[in-house]
């Protein structure tokens, strides 16, 4: 029995805990009685390790397969297992023959493609000449089942390792953006292949995990919002479309950071003409993804038929028999060309069309500022197509939203684009819309009174038309929340002048705020914009840092290492 006053202690936990919370309670208690019950019936004796040494390696994109790589790192050593953690761009590929136990936590990007960090691993593995044979190995693949190649780049890797002579000790395991029960259960299997106690890890894992404790969510939940405002941030003479869209919406959680990702629907135009060509019955029902649909909600809200990729020109070509060059084409126009037979045969092109991918947003919004409301910065993607002006899918509807639209779209968090502590300073580089999360940044800032310093670095095209959210940053420069402010206009001056030019003619003092414990953000366009700017800052380290090349590469992998240089580039 209890005494009273840790009776009325247990009493005031209930009455204040959430469902999920007392759930876990009741997990985590019944582990303790369990832990405790096997230790007075048996020695404590921890379970032996069975090797030595294995290989934890990453590759990620937001960071999400890194942070899960060292929870592993660290979970193996406390079981006796000396854990090597490394990331896949840092990885001696050479090694990989040399490898006996060898485990890969790796992201799936875009369409199927490794992360960028990766992409020498991933192509190394794939190519002819050498054999594995020595190595066992087990693949967790996270991914996203919103797109159409959910956890490929896991996939790939794990049959390559097979093909090349490895043994796999565990399945590859798949998980989705509610990854961390899946990913943890995994790691378990494996460190019950690593010790001799082939039932159960050491105790000092994961025995409450094994007992059922229910762990938190972080999965995308999706919401449904209505858009407040939707204005054009370029003033009248711009070549640029650049929208501030704000969009409230219930039981909104999210961080500085983090983005926003919208599928985007088809136009109807486009749908007619394919229910036209096809003579398909539009309000036929089909099953899809756990539910039934009909076939216009099918096309226009839910597959892909804008660009098709060539694996699915290929199907198409099989299906309707004809020769079809491999190619991106759009399903309206591949119809016209090579038209199928009848609906029922366009009822079997149904099945190998793939879902719409969403597109990710960056969030400009802050949730300290602008409570119940989420904000973001699009810029209205245009091209060109045999002479004829075409516009991106989403972008293009996102700019055309009216007040009061509701629109669907979950919270992608990034978990490695995240504000330091509130005393810390950073450095923002964000060109065009680059500068979105750093609008949240600095409103976050604001709103929660943090004294760490703000420097800005801002660029676009014209300084009349192009300076987005110009108002609300120099009312930041008065008021102190940003120290300073730099901006850049590429095309007010004969010779263009870009953010990475502006850092470099501050180089001085930019340095001196790293060597002080700044932080560096950037964001914008992968390329050139990024690769551009991070040769800047090794001009800079080089230069007012007094080093050579290498030291001055040694040093920015340093900050990246600490998490004091992070990217969130497009």
């Known amino acids: 029995?209890?005494?009273?006053?840790?009776?009325?202690?247990?009493?005031?936990?209930?009455?204040?805990?959430?469902?999920?919370?007392?759930?876990?309670?009741?997990?985590?208690?019944?582990?303790?009685?369990?832990?405790?019950?096997?230790?007075?019936?048996?020695p404590a004796t921890p379970a032996k390790p069975s090797v030595n040494k294995i290989t934890i390696a990453y590759g990620t994109e937001t960071g999400n397969a890194k942070k899960l790589a060292t929870d592993f790192a660290t979970k193996a050593k406390r079981n006796g297992i000396n854990a090597k953690l490394v990331s896949l761009d840092q990885y001696?590929?050479?090694?990989?023959?040399?490898?006996?136990?060898?485990?890969?936590?790796?992201?799936?990007?875009?369409?199927?493609?490794?992360?960028?960090?990766?992409?020498?691993?991933?192509?190394?593995?794939?190519?002819?000449?050498?054999?594995?044979?020595?190595?066992?190995?087990?693949?967790?693949?996270?991914?996203?089942?919103?797109?159409?190649?959910?956890?490929?780049?896991?996939?790939?890797?794990?049959?390559?390792?097979?093909?090349?002579?490895?043994?796999?000790?565990?399945?590859?395991?798949?998980?989705d953006t509610d990854y961390e029960t899946d990913a943890d259960n995994w790691f378990t299997q494996v460190l019950q292949k690593l010790t001799d106690n082939k039932t159960a890890p050491?105790?000092?894992?994961?025995?409450?995990?094994?007992?059922g404790v229910s762990k938190k969510s972080t999965g995308k939940k999706n919401f449904s919002g209505t858009v407040l405002t939707n204005i054009n941030l370029n003033d009248r003479g711009s070549k640029k479309q650049t929208h501030h869209i704000e969009i409230a919406a219930d039981d909104l959680d999210y961080q500085p950071g983090d983005s926003i990702g919208i599928v985007p629907e088809n136009h109807p135009a486009t749908v007619e003409t394919i229910i036209s060509l096809t003579g398909v019955d539009a309000n036929k029902t089909l099953p899809y993804r756990n539910e039934v649909t009909s076939v216009f909600d099918l096309l226009h809200k839910k597959l892909n038929i804008v660009y098709l990729p060539e694996r699915v020109v290929k199907k198409y070509a099989s299906l309707v028999k004809q020769e079809i060059p491999e190619t991106k084409i759009g399903l309206s126009d591949l119809l016209k060309i090579y038209p199928v037979k009848d609906a029922a045969q366009f009822e079997e092109v149904l099945e190998i069309l793939e879902p719409t991918a969403p597109r990710l947003y960056s969030i400009s919004s802050s949730p300290e500022a602008h409570a119940g409301e989420v904000h973001i910065t699009v810029a209205r993607d245009s091209f060109t197509i045999n002479d004829e002006l075409k516009f991106g899918l989403c972008s293009d509807g996102l700019c055309q939203l009216p007040q009061d639209r509701t629109i669907d779209f979950y919270i992608h968090k990034n978990s490695q684009f995240k504000l330091p502590a509130a005393d810390k300073d950073i450095i923002l580089i964000g060109p065009g819309t680059g500068i979105a999360p750093f609008r949240s940044f600095l409103a976050e800032r604001d709103a929660t009174g943090a004294i760490g310093k703000n420097w800005l670095f801002f660029g676009d095209q014209h300084f009349a038309?192009?300076?987005?959210?110009?108002?609300?940053?120099?009312?930041?420069?008065?008021?102190?929340?940003?120290?300073?402010?730099?901006?850049?206009?590429?095309?007010?001056?004969?010779?263009?002048?870009?953010?990475?030019?502006?850092?470099?003619?501050?180089?001085?003092?930019?340095?001196?705020?790293?060597?002080?414990?700044?932080y560096i953000y950037l964001c914008g366009a992968k390329e050139p914009m990024s690769v551009?700017?991070?040769?800047?800052?090794?001009?800079?380290?080089?230069?007012?840092?007094?080093?050579?090349?290498?030291?001055?590469?040694?040093?920015?992998d340093k900050l990246k290492e600490e998490g004091r240089y992070m990217k969130d580039v497009y």
């Open 1 to 42: 029995m209890l005494t009273s006053p840790k009776f009325k202690i247990i009493q005031e936990l209930i009455a204040t805990s959430t469902r999920e919370e007392l759930i876990w309670l009741n997990g985590y208690l019944a582990g303790i009685v369990a832990q405790s019950t096997e230790e007075e019936e048996q």
């Open 92 to 175: 001696r590929l050479n090694d990989l023959s040399k490898e006996e136990y060898f485990f890969t936590v790796i992201s799936t990007q875009g369409d199927g493609e490794p992360p960028a960090a990766a992409k020498k691993f991933y192509d190394h593995i794939h190519q002819n000449g050498f054999k594995l044979d020595k190595l066992k190995f087990a693949v967790l693949a996270l991914g996203d089942t919103a797109y159409p190649l959910f956890c490929k780049t896991g996939e790939d890797v794990d049959n390559q390792f097979q093909k090349l002579g490895g043994q796999r000790i565990i399945s590859l395991q798949k998980c």
């Open 202 to 211: 050491s105790t000092s894992t994961s025995s409450l995990l094994q007992r």
């Open 465 to 518: 038309t192009d300076f987005l959210y110009q108002t609300e940053f120099q009312n930041w420069i008065q008021t102190g929340v940003l120290t300073k402010m730099n901006v850049s206009f590429s095309r007010d001056q004969q010779q263009k002048i870009y953010v990475q030019d502006k850092m470099k003619k501050y180089g001085a003092e930019f340095f001196e705020w790293l060597q002080a414990g700044a």
């Open 532 to 556: 551009d700017v991070e040769q800047a800052l090794l001009d800079i380290i080089k230069q007012f840092g007094n080093k050579k090349d290498s030291e001055a590469v040694a040093y920015l």
